[in-house]
């Protein structure tokens, strides 16, 4: 136990990857529990189905003993006395059949069948649910950690703009309120700074509260955001993957298929019962065995102590153990027509109505729902990567434009004002950038999770 602790405390202290926190998220997150029990009894109520739609073969190995003095047993009413002493062996194969009015069993069957298939996908739902929410909270973390090196980039800018303008009040060409400004913008940035770096952390922290691990619980982060490709079919073909391998729409499908056969049984009153039984094997009784040699033995004693003139006694002989095998075959069959049932079987058939319906909508619902998924997600991937490239130009401009700045700045060309409003506007800029990165990862996984062909781990598997 101790052994087992220390090794979960090791495992649990080592950094995680993307793939690692969505593994450990979907082993401690309580709705993947919760799913993955119901799924599991969905899959025993599957095995129950079965066994009964289906003939169960069983072997059995019995042995009786029984004493008694003076007891009469359940023969007494017809004068015979039970055995004081009664002892019988059965080793048997035996099957059992119950084959069910209209066929009930093969369509309860099949129900069970849709309801263990939906358990399934319901469970799989949850799971890329998860791995889009922990995909989600990673980047998180990411953005803002490159927001740190962004708010470095910039306190480093303004600490050489706060030695400029140090230099040209020295040199006489600027006045003393230029060094203020940048002295102020300069403890702003590291004021920003300070606060970025509180957020990772605070980020992170989140990260492992949304997995279920331990709040110092480390992490590896990647230093560049990866640029995932989108799907090079079109929408409309995206759109039928979808419907055909999307859980909920499978879960979805299976309701209705579910539904269909249990309205199908409404009508199993209009048929018979059958049951069937065989069995085949060997009983054995040692105590009739014992009483017949006994009664054997007695007689031989008679024949020598009582001889008569003409009689031979020959000595017994020995009773043989076992017994020929046995078998037996039953069927019986019942027909039964419910005369008064106080509206069970109307108000039967209307809920059975009415839950195929509901089933039915619920499919067009899901069927819709996955459509618009999957448009808004590609759309969503689409602009995303339209805008990144322009927050990169953005970026890229935003930076040459305060590098600009500074050297027109340190040269008496231009005001502090605008070197501060162009360091700004650079700052924006990269910020947005790294925004843009981590949207078009985040909407790239959206995608893939809303196509349903990616488990909760493939989704993320070239992010990192």
């Given amino acids: ?69 003076n007891y009469g047993g359940a023969y007494a009413v017809i004068g015979i006395q039970q055995q004081s002493v009664f002892s019988q062996n059965t080793a048997q194969i035996g099957t059992s ?72 009040e020295h040199a006489g060409v600027a006045a003393g309120v230029d060094v203020l400004r940048a002295q102020v913008n300069q403890a702003k940035s590291a004021s920003t700074l300070v606060g970025a770096r509180a957020d990772v952390d605070d980020a992170r922290e989140d990260l492992a509260q949304t997995i279920g691990a331990p709040l110092d619980q480390s992490f590896i982060f990647p230093k560049e955001i990866a640029q995932p490709k989108l799907p090079s079919q079109s929408v409309d073909t995206l759109e039928d993957i979808a419907l055909n391998a999307r859980p909920d729409v499978k879960a979805a499908r299976d309701a209705v298929s579910a539904a269909q056969f249990t309205r199908k049984g409404w009508d199993r009153e209009l048929f018979p019962t059958v049951q069937i039984g065989a069995a085949i094997g060997n009983q054995f009784s040692p105590t009739l065995v014992t009483q017949e040699q006994a009664e054997l033995d007695e007689e031989y004693q ?120 162009a360091q700004q506007q650079s700052v924006t800029a990269q910020s947005d950038y790294v925004a843009a990165k981590v949207s078009y990862v985040e909407a790239v996984v959206k995608l893939r999770v809303s196509l349903g062909t990616y488990t909760a781990q493939n989704a993320v598997a070239d992010l990192q």
């Fill in 1 to 69: 136990m101790i052994a087992a602790l220390l090794l979960a405390a090791v495992t649990t202290a080592a950094p995680m990857t993307l793939r690692d926190a969505i593994s450990y998220a979907l082993d401690n997150n309580p709705s993947v529990a919760s799913q993955y029990a119901a799924a599991r009894a969905a899959e025993h109520a599957l095995a129950q189905s079965r066994a009964n739609a289906f003939p169960t073969v069983t072997g059995e190995l019995q042995s009786a003993l029984g004493k008694s003095e």
């Fill in 97 to 168: 059949y119950n084959l069910t009015t209209g066929g009930l069993a093969f369509l309860q069957l099949d129900s069970a069948r849709a309801s263990a298939e939906q358990a399934e996908e319901a469970l799989t739902s949850t799971e890329n649910q998860i791995a889009t929410t922990v995909t989600n909270a990673f980047y998180t973390v990411v953005q803002k950690d490159a927001i740190v090196d962004v708010d470095a980039s910039d306190l480093h800018y303004q600490d050489a703009l706060v030695d400029a303008a140090t230099a040209k």
């Fill in 302 to 421: 008679e024949c020598l102590a009582f001889p008569e003139p003409a009689a031979v006694c020959t000595p017994p002989e020995i009773v043989p153990r076992g017994s020929p095998g046995f078998w037996t075959v039953q069927a019986t069959s019942t027909f039964s027509l419910p005369l008064v049932d106080y509206g069970q079987r109307r108000t039967e058939r209307l809920n059975d109505d009415a839950q195929l319906v509901s089933a039915e909508r619920s499919l067009d619902q899901t069927r819709t729902q996955a459509e618009v998924d999957v448009r808004q997600s590609y759309r969503a991937a689409q602009t995303a990567l339209a805008q990144l490239s322009y927050a990169r130009d953005e970026a890229r401009l935003g930076t040459e434009s305060a590098r600009i700045a500074q050297l027109q700045y340190a040269n008496g060309i231009i005001a502090l004002t605008d070197v501060i409003q």
